[in-house]
């Protein structure tokens, strides 16, 4: 990957879908680009959502599947057994600012769009909203987000979380996943060998 991406700052999100060949390198791509100098701030993703309800699970399921690979020196919360949701969200934001000085956070969350939309992934700067699909009035979370359209927005849309196909959910997880552990590797990689002095030219 081009790690000189790593001082771009675009304001317009990235969107792909999660089957493109190249998902798990262009999410790693464009979390790079978002996140401050190693060694700056803890870099904290926030994975939202509940394993009740199968188009709100993308959050927690993507979280487990982070945990289980150890994203190298990126906090990880929102697990299947730990979620962040509605009901705990503001207290978690709470403990994250109280346990890490002056976080970055990534957040992360499923959510209903178009129907030629389904399985888009976006990733951008800006806090992710949550609720907002379902008429609900929670805090936003973030400097920067990530977002997955799993089913379609504009009727019912508490039902159509809870009837959305999980095999499409998990695809999504294991695609985002793969994309944080990516950026994650190539954060160290910039902590180690991006500042180090450049050696003087041999004559």
């Known amino acids: 990957m081009n790690l000189k991406r790593f001082f771009d700052r675009s304001p317009d999100p990235f969107v792909f ?24 701030r803890p870099i904290i993703l926030v994975f939202i959502g509940t394993d009740r309800s199968t188009g709100d699970s993308l959050g927690p ?37 109280k346990t890490h000085r002056h976080p970055f956070i990534i957040g992360a969350d499923a959510c209903l769009g178009r129907l030629k939309s389904i399985g888009n992934i976006q990733i951008g700067a800006g806090p992710v909203k ?19 359209v799993v089913n379609v927005s504009g009727f019912m849309e508490f ?13 999504m997880a294991k695609v985002i996943a793969s994309g944080v552990v990516e950026a994650s590797i190539g954060y160290q990689r910039m902590d180690k060998d991006y500042f180090l002095p450049k050696k003087p030219d041999v004559q």
């Open 130 to 148: 949550p609720g907002a699909g379902v008429n609900k009035e929670l805090p936003a979370v973030g400097e920067a987000h990530i977002t997955g």
């Open 17 to 40: 879908h999660y089957e493109h060949p190249e998902a798990s390198k262009n999410i790693a791509e464009q979390l790079l680009s978002l996140l401050p100098p190693p060694n700056t």
């Open 61 to 97: 399921l993507t979280g487990t599947l982070l945990s289980d690979q150890k994203a190298v020196g990126f906090h990880i919360y929102g697990t299947l057994e730990d979620p962040v949701h509605a009901v705990n969200l503001t207290e978690k934001l709470a403990i994250i600012h």
């Open 159 to 171: 039902f159509v979380l809870q009837n959305t196909r999980l095999h499409l959910v998990m695809s």
